[in-house]
């Protein structure tokens, strides 16, 4: 089945302590994407990647590391988490040309 | 001005009726245009794309777009229950790889 993974679904740390969201696709797509959703705001995007070790920036990138060292897999790194952080993550990617983003079933993470 | 901007709604249509999402744009240079549905606490599901002006019909969606007026629409037919989500719009532009939500339309559908 085609699909983007997200793990873990739910996590709870506390402030400071670093954490890794991994994500994966079997789809051989080219582009991935991380946005967080939060009340109000929307869908924003923290980072994108065109391929493998090209990443850029998206909307919100502050607290937040990516890389793209294989195809499928586009982690999303939290070196020193906050509250301000506490948001719904979703993972997304998509093939080159026209088409939309396949989403993830998203990761809600609390920061105490 | 958000970049692209959506009635957040309730918007509340009784069941078999058709619900009319709609959805501004403020990029001329915008070329692709997505309508993604999500259920609470889902993760956003594409429903439709359109990439030129005028009507694409996909079972009982059809999307529309005007690109001289910036705006896209949803049409949704006989609406049933399970069509009670929120539906996000999503706009981009050829050039860039950032797709650009508003911030949704909560549809209700009653029984």
């Known amino acids: 089945e085609a699909q983007v993974t997200q793990n873990p679904r739910y996590l709870i740390t506390v402030t400071g302590k670093k954490l890794t969201v991994t994500c994966s696709q079997n789809?051989?797509?080219?582009?991935m994407s991380w946005y967080r959703q939060d009340p109000g705001l929307g869908l924003r995007q923290i980072y994108y990647s065109m391929n493998v070790e090209v990443t850029d920036k998206g909307d919100v990138p502050e607290g937040y590391k990516v890389s793209r060292k294989e195809k499928r897999n586009f982690p999303l790194i939290l070196e020193s988490p906050s509250p301000n952080q506490t948001s719904l993550y979703f993972c997304?990617?998509?093939?080159?040309?026209?088409?939309?983003?396949?989403f993830g079933s998203g990761t809600r993470l609390t920061v105490v | 001005q958000k970049e692209v901007e959506q009635n957040s709604g309730p918007l509340s249509v009784p069941e078999g009726a058709i619900a009319s999402l709609n959805c501004t744009y403020s990029?001329?240079?915008?070329?692709?245009f997505f309508w993604y549905r999500q259920y609470s606490g889902k993760s956003p599901e594409l429903i439709m794309s359109?990439?030129?002006?005028g009507d694409k019909e996909d079972g009982r969606f059809t999307a529309q777009l005007n690109k001289a007026s910036q705006y896209v629409s949803l049409l949704i037919r006989d609406s049933q229950p399970s069509d009670s989500a929120t539906y996000l719009c999503?706009?981009?532009?050829?050039?860039?790889?950032?797709?650009?939500f508003g911030s949704g339309t909560r549809l209700l559908v009653r029984p």
């Open positions: 990029d001329r240079g915008s070329q692709s």
């Open positions: 999503a706009v981009k532009r050829d050039s860039s790889y950032k797709l650009i």
């Open positions: 997304a990617s998509r093939p080159t040309g026209v088409g939309g983003y396949t």
């Open positions: 359109i990439y030129s002006n």
């Open positions: 789809m051989n797509h080219e582009y």
